[in-house]
């Protein structure tokens, strides 16, 4: 299979694929053509070595993943949030993702209650010392 030439139509018959994949893989650079009277050939050795990349590509694949999983369970190594004990604290926070919003969400909440308080004591404290100005006054 290594030594001639291929066409399109036999490529597709080798990787059992259409002629559109074919296309896919020549403008992804996966299989590159040669030009033979105008029409694209495909090298025998060049197959040879894409089918032996798809079998390589399926070990890389697995490897990815448990690359992926043993990563994950690295992240298990991330201390508990001490807030509701049940998520994991980023690196860099002391509480999940979840509860400094929740905590974020109370200290505005919190602010704009004191805010408020704050505004309605001045208000009254001003009352009463106009009050007090007009008993002196009478
Ligand atoms: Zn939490």
Known sequence: MADRLY???????????????????????????????????????????????QTHDDVAVIRGALQMLSEAHAEEDRQLCPSCTKRRVNRGHSMCTRC???HELQLAHKRKWWDKHGAERRAAQRQAEAAD??????
């Open 133 to 138: 100005l007009d008993e002196v006054g009478s």
């Open 7 to 53: 066409s399109t139509r036999e490529v597709c018959s080798r990787l059992n694929c259409s002629r559109a994949t074919v296309t896919r893989l020549v403008a992804r650079g996966l299989l590159v053509p040669v030009k033979f009277m105008g029409h694209n050939r495909f090298k025998g050795e060049d197959l040879v070595q894409f089918i032996a990349e």
């Open 100 to 102: 400094e919003e929740q």
